[in-house]
């Protein structure tokens, strides 16, 4: 071999080992995965942007629903469960089985919001009125102070928290008329009323916008003040779930950096009601 190759070999080598080495020894980026509901999305995407700013750590963020979200976190696969809802009895139970430590974190209030078309006259409905029309007792806007029109009935999906405290808030457990069209986030649910002046549907209150009009239930007005007071006839809490044991320092900080006053104002800043 050519002495002039076999040198030029070794110190091409030695430069590889040495910056293999270097990457070995460097610190990798911290990664925080959460998983969950939809409607805390907003809330956790935004604190995390503005988190990423001050600390070097990774944040994934999927928005699959409240169940798939605490499903995640009893199989190990995420560091936080974003939930609009609280765990079930079976959640808790299966969570202890696997010797997991929940913990709860309210990180927000929220009202869940009956939406319709912003040309539909219709503005307030009473919590009977809401059930009969997901029942299907009530099918047309005319019986309800609207056009001589059918109402298109849009729901959330059955893995979603939300779909979970309307089902218990509203429709006391009753089912969801059979051919009622269910969607798998708010933003689907935004989309799909206000492109249809006869449907209604129901979003978080971070949801709402222009393009949606809110409705009054039972005559009180979906405000922030209404909401925290929990006169709102359909407010809730929206939590953060984690296991304690196996807790990663990087996602304590980062539920106490939404805990905190610069946290709270970004759950304000994107539409919800701040726990202090």
């Known amino acids: 071999m050519d002495k002039k190759f076999s040198k030029a070999l070794i110190l091409v080598v030695a430069a590889a080992t040495a910056l293999s080495m270097a990457s070995c020894t460097k610190k990798s980026k911290d990664k925080v995965v959460i998983k969950g509901s939809t409607t805390v999305l907003p809330i956790t995407q935004k604190a995390a ?7 070097d750590v990774s944040i994934s963020i999927e928005g699959s629903g409240s ?19 609280a765990m079930k009895g079976k959640e808790l139970e299966a969570a202890k089985e696997k010797g997991l430590e929940i913990k709860e974190i309210t990180v927000a209030y929220d009202m869940i ?19 009969a029309i997901y029942d299907g007792q009530v099918s047309n806007w005319k019986d309800l102070g609207g056009k001589d029109e059918n109402i298109v009935i849009i729901s959330r999906d059955t893995s979603s ?15 969801v008329r059979k051919d009622a069209l269910l969607l798998a986030s708010n933003g689907a649910i935004v989309n799909s009323v206000s492109n249809n002046p006869k449907a209604i549907g129901y979003v978080g ?16 007005e979906p ?14 809490k929206l939590f953060m779930y984690v296991n304690e044991k196996t807790l990663k320092p990087s996602a304590k900080q980062f539920i106490d950096y939404i805990l905190s006053a610069k946290g709270q104002a970004f759950v304000k800043e994107v539409g919800f009601i701040p726990v202090d």
């Open 223 to 236: 405000t922030l003040d209404n909401g925290k007071s929990g006169k709102y006839p359909v407010s809730r």
């Open 113 to 131: 919001v009956p939406v319709v078309h912003p040309s539909n006259p219709v503005k307030n409905l009473t919590l009977t009125q809401l059930k």
């Open 67 to 85: 169940g798939n979200g605490i499903k995640a976190l009893l199989d190990s696969s995420c560091d936080i469960a974003n939930a609009s809802r």
């Open 49 to 55: 942007e503005e988190f990423r700013k001050v600390e």
């Open 161 to 175: 928290g939300t779909y979970e405290v309307w089902h218990e808030l509203v429709m006391k457990k009753a089912d």
């Open 205 to 220: 209150f971070g949801y709402l916008n222009n393009t949606i009009k809110p409705l009054n239930v039972d005559k009180v």
